[in-house]
């Protein structure tokens, strides 16, 4: 089976910068996505690693490392909008998605 | 061009009913995934199906059923609804089933309320 795990919650300010961790154990590992969900919305991707290291995009950036089976995203910047829930989810070779059960964020002024 | 369209958004049933739940797939994806959403649960997968055939399928009791039609539309069914079935379902579909391309697009998603 796999295991993901997230923190529940995290508090950053405005214009900070913040890190929200993820670390799973999975067979068969082929990729691990990071979306957004707000409130009463849709989860919307954000972004995608397969290889080990840092993927850049604009204010949002996501680390991977297989061998520890971990990965971050980093939000920068940090706006009131990015108030939303983050999740993580890893893809298996065999094509299934399996998320984390998510981190909420909340950016105070 | 239209996204992932869910229907109904909102239900309201009673224990021991049955519901079936409605996914049209972004035009072109061929692989739909239905997902159930719960405050305590996290983001819970159901099944995958690709082609009309389910291809992967979580750990749900056999009442949550499903079903892929020819132009890729998704249907899934759960009968003899519980208190517990209470959650927004949510259908994502992507455009194959590599998982490099894998990039869930979801909707809205219906929100099923068991009384």
């Known amino acids: 089976g796999q295991n993901i795990d997230q923190p529940t919650e995290m508090t950053a300010t405005e214009g900070a910068i913040v890190q929200i961790n993820c670390t799973y154990q999975?067979?068969?590992?082929?990729?691990l996505f990071w979306y957004q969900q707000h409130a009463g919305e849709a989860p919307t991707f954000l972004s995608y690693?397969?290889?080990?290291g840092l993927e850049e995009k604009g204010r949002f950036s996501s680390f991977l490392s297989r061998s520890k089976g971990y990965s971050y995203l980093l939000l920068k910047e940090l706006q009131m909008k990015d108030s939303a829930s983050y999740l993580c989810?890893?893809?298996?070779?065999?094509?299934?998605?399996?998320f984390g059960d998510g981190t909420t964020l909340t950016v105070k002024p | 061009k239209a996204g992932v369209t869910q229907t109904p958004r909102y239900l309201i049933k009673t224990r021991g009913q049955q519901v079936t739940l409605s996914c049209s797939p972004i035009?072109?994806?061929?692989?739909v995934s239905w997902y159930q959403q719960t405050p305590g649960q996290g983001l819970q997968f159901l099944f995958e199906y690709f082609s009309e055939t389910q291809r992967n399928k979580g750990n749900f009791p056999g009442r949550f059923s499903g079903r892929q039609f020819s132009n890729s539309r998704s249907e899934m069914n759960v009968s003899t609804l519980e208190l517990g079935d209470s959650a927004l379902y949510l259908c994502a579909s992507s455009l194959t089933r590599d998982p490099g391309a894998n990039v869930l697009t979801f909707g809205a998603g219906s929100r099923l309320t068991v009384l």
């Open positions: 690693n397969v290889l080990d």
């Open positions: 999975t067979s068969g590992f082929n990729g």
């Open positions: 035009s072109g994806h061929r692989s």
């Open positions: 989810a890893v893809n298996t070779n065999a094509g299934k998605s399996t």
